[in-house]
């Protein structure tokens, strides 16, 4: 079974957004164990690039096989393009999938050399909260699109 | 004040969502009056064209002022683009402002020429609720844009 891994910096305070990844998560796991890795965010450093650089650290030591950055001014892609990128991953025989979401500052040069692959959502900037909640759906869809299920229609 | 309408197809069932969508429309109140307007999603009829037509009349008696559709395939925009159409808006006078958010199945093409704009988010497909969520959430990131608050950063 797929192992897919979110490592991201910070919590959810939200109670309704953990609501919503507790229930994707959930959803997935008839296809893949999900697992949600929380990263402390560097809220002590107020100089941005030491903080993506410590930040950026504990995210490498985080991260478990094939690493997908998410970034705004990554490469653009549709639901579709996601799942080809979950199958390829699968069927290369790849247990492990890890996702990583940045700090409010972006993550550091280092985190974005290890990535295997760097995916943008969109032009619109999200809270860090939402964001999680929608690439949770997005892995959720994704999995529907493979297995053929009618989720995403 | 401005005022702003999202008139969508069809319901919120999770909880979560919905008590995420009340968080941005309080938070909105210090800037505009939010109001959100269900249509009822045509779920009787099977075949997409007429439940586009239908859905898309219901849509049409509920605009008010300057129409912006939400669609996929729309004109790619960020978040900083959304508060300029917000700000030219109140700025031309205009006092009242409508989002769509259309069904499952799209929107009619007479719902596509009543709007003034047709905006998309991105290149992936989000379930409605989850959408309505983001919509509120941009619509409120734009608002503070506008203001200068430091919640945008």
Not at 51 to 80: C, H, N, Y
Not at 114 to 136: E, K, N
């Amino acid at each position: 079974m797929l192992k897919i891994r979110i490592v991201a910096v910070g919590g959810i305070k939200e109670g309704f957004y953990r609501d919503a990844i507790e229930e994707y998560r959930k959803r997935l796991g008839k296809w893949a164990k999900t697992e949600i890795q929380e990263v402390a965010e560097s809220s002590q450093i107020s100089d941005s690039a030491r903080k993506r650089e410590e930040e950026g650290e504990s995210i490498l030591r985080a991260v478990k096989g094939r690493v997908i950055l998410t970034d705004i001014k990554g490469r653009r892609i549709s639901s579709e393009a996601l799942s080809e990128i979950l199958s390829r991953s699968a069927l290369s025989g790849e247990s492990e999938i890890t996702f990583v979401i940045g700090g409010s500052n972006g993550v550091s040069d280092r985190v974005k050399k290890a990535a295997d692959d760097i995916i943008s959502f969109g032009d619109i900037t999200l809270p860090h909260q939402l964001f999680r909640v929608v690439l949770t759906e997005q892995i959720y869809r994704a999995m529907s699109i493979i297995a053929g299920t009618p989720y995403h229609k």
